[in-house]
């Protein structure tokens, strides 16, 4: 039995959102795809960078959830990295969830499958916000606000009229994004007034980058990932390396450059105007060292 989850980058608004500011994320091309196959325990094969244990904590709890009381050994392929804040272990849970469904014959709404997901994520991130998994679930664009509690997550799906193409740039450094929130949260203590002002500017960004984003409005876009990138580089969260691959994809004509998750490393997101620019900008990153790769929001 064989089932896929599809990965997600933020294009607006990541560390913001956990102090009240709406995010937009976006499904991506790149997709997880996991096989099952009934065994005597429960395991994982792949040959994706993946932390065993944390995975298995995730399958049993799915197998709980469902109520489902046998073991599997579960094989993961895809194109979409295990790192760098794609939404890799989210896109897991969701492909699990529907092969094990099909595989013992339940029938899941799409809210069934978000919530079960959700339940596996926290093997993975203790308490995630629920973005990851539900744009695992149901792709293409979402304005997400975070609540107290995930139940009380705000999520508005939209579309676009054609796709987005981007070119994703891996630092290969990858800052755990528990540390890099407590990074924040310190800028925060120490500077409440400048955050605050920042907090009003990215509010304010991301609801021009929902209006652009309707009327498939590049410039624009790529404008406002380049705001968006120099408040990530204010809080602290932005290296080096995300500035060097940021420079290049935007030297060889991005529209506009930004982290994406976490920051401390990770992964960069660059904006192309269409599939032959996206082709300049991936050379221009593998140029100055970087893995990295092309990708589609749908």
């Given at each position: 039995?064989?089932?896929?989850?599809?990965?997600?980058?933020?294009?607006?608004?990541?560390?913001?959102?956990?102090?009240?500011?709406?995010?937009?994320?976006?499904?991506?091309?790149?997709?997880?795809?996991?096989?099952?196959?009934?065994?005597?325990?429960?395991?994982?094969?792949?040959?994706?960078?993946?932390?065993?244990?944390?995975?298995?904590?995730?399958?049993?709890?799915?197998?709980?959830?469902?109520?489902?009381?046998?073991?599997?050994?579960?094989?993961?392929?895809?194109?979409?990295?295990?790192?760098?804040?794609?939404?890799?272990?989210?896109?897991?849970?969701?492909?699990?969830?529907?092969c094990l469904a099909k595989?013992?014959?339940?029938?899941?709404?799409?809210?069934?499958?978000?919530?079960?997901?959700?339940?596996?994520?926290?093997?993975?991130?203790?308490?995630?916000?629920?973005?990851?998994?539900?744009?695992?679930?149901?792709?293409?664009?979402?304005?997400?606000?975070?609540?107290?509690?995930?139940?009380?997550?705000?999520?508005?799906?939209?579309?676009?009229?054609r796709p987005l193409h981007?070119?994703?740039?891996?630092?290969?450094?990858?800052?755990?994004?528990?540390?890099?929130?407590?990074?924040?949260?310190?800028?925060?203590?120490?500077?409440?007034?400048?955050?605050?002002?920042?907090?009003?500017?990215?509010?304010?960004?991301?609801?021009?980058?929902?209006?652009?984003?309707?009327?498939?409005?590049?410039?624009?876009?790529?404008?406002?990932?380049?705001?968006?990138?120099?408040?990530?580089?204010?809080?602290?969260?932005?290296?080096?390396?995300?500035?060097?691959?940021?420079?290049?994809?935007?030297?060889?004509?991005?529209?506009?450059?930004?982290?994406?998750?976490?920051?401390?490393?990770?992964?960069?997101?660059?904006?192309?105007?269409?599939?032959?620019?996206?082709?300049?900008?991936?050379?221009?990153?593998?140029?100055?060292?970087?893995?990295?790769?092309i990708t589609t929001v749908?």
């Open positions: 039995m064989t089932d896929i989850g599809y990965g997600k980058v933020i294009l607006f608004g990541e560390h913001f959102v956990v102090n009240g500011c709406p995010a937009i994320a976006a499904g991506i091309s790149n997709k997880a795809i996991v096989r099952i196959k009934e065994s005597t325990e429960n395991s994982i094969i792949t040959e994706h960078a993946v932390v065993p244990e944390m995975t298995k904590k995730a399958i049993a709890a799915i197998l709980g959830v469902m109520n489902i009381n046998k073991k599997y050994t579960v094989y993961l392929e895809g194109d979409l990295p295990t790192f760098g804040g794609m939404g890799s272990s989210a896109a897991f849970c969701v492909a699990l969830v529907k595989e013992n014959n339940i029938q899941l709404t799409s809210e069934k499958l978000n919530d079960i997901a959700y339940q596996g994520e926290k093997a993975f991130h203790g308490n995630p916000s629920g973005i990851d998994n539900t744009m695992a679930t149901y792709g293409g664009l979402m304005l997400f606000t975070r609540g107290k509690t995930p139940k009380e997550n705000k999520m508005e799906r939209f579309k676009l009229r981007l070119v994703v740039g891996i630092t290969g450094k990858f800052g755990a994004t528990t540390q890099m929130i407590r990074n924040v949260q310190e800028f925060k203590d120490n500077n409440p007034e400048a955050f605050s002002q920042l907090l009003d500017e990215t509010r304010e960004l991301i609801y021009k980058a929902m209006e652009a984003l309707e009327r498939l409005d590049l410039p624009v876009i790529g404008r406002l990932m380049n705001e968006n990138q120099k408040l990530l580089e204010v809080i602290g969260v932005s290296t080096e390396d995300n500035e060097k691959i940021n420079n290049a994809a935007l030297d060889a004509g991005a529209l506009g450059a930004k982290l994406t998750g976490g920051g401390g490393g990770g992964c960069c997101i660059a904006l192309a105007s269409n599939e032959k620019e996206a082709e300049k900008i991936f050379q221009a990153v593998k140029k100055v060292g970087y893995e990295v790769f749908s």
